[in-house]
């Protein structure tokens, strides 16, 4: 299972999908709420979840693409149970509180760290920064 906003696709967020698979055999994508990258990023995400939604449904590498929950964000590891949470290596919200909940839960789930992608090139903000300032 990975996690993320996947705003606009490319090449950090192909390779933290593919590294993923490479997990397991299954991939199931939590895409982040509207409302959830507004409250973390402090922005609107400049891609809808339902538009970010479909593009992961049509991924090749993606076997399961959902919306995140809209409260409890770890609701969705109860309902899907995956063997492994792949997490990128940039990712810090809510993730700190994992271990407690997997424990708590009594789930016996991995955590596996994605290594970046040349980071400063293909990070999200990194590319928006750059989109504005060609603007």
Do not use: C
């Amino acid at each position: 299972m990975i996690f993320g906003t996947f705003d606009n696709l490319h090449a950090g967020h192909e390779f933290f999908i593919k590294e993923a698979k490479k997990l397991g055999d299954q991939v199931i994508a939590v895409v982040a709420r509207d409302l959830t990258v507004k409250q973390i990023k402090k922005k609107e995400p400049e891609i809808s979840e339902k538009k970010r939604l479909n593009a992961l449904k049509n991924h090749p590498l993606i076997d399961k693409a959902i919306l995140g929950e809209k409260s409890d964000k770890f609701k969705v590891i109860l309902k899907h149970k995956p063997d492994i949470l792949a997490l990128g290596y940039d990712q810090f919200v809510f993730t700190f509180l994992l271990p407690k909940f997997l424990i708590k839960n009594k789930l016996n789930i991995e955590i596996k760290r994605i290594d970046p992608y040349n980071p400063q090139i293909f990070k999200s903000s990194v590319l928006r920064a750059k989109k504005e300032q060609n603007a």
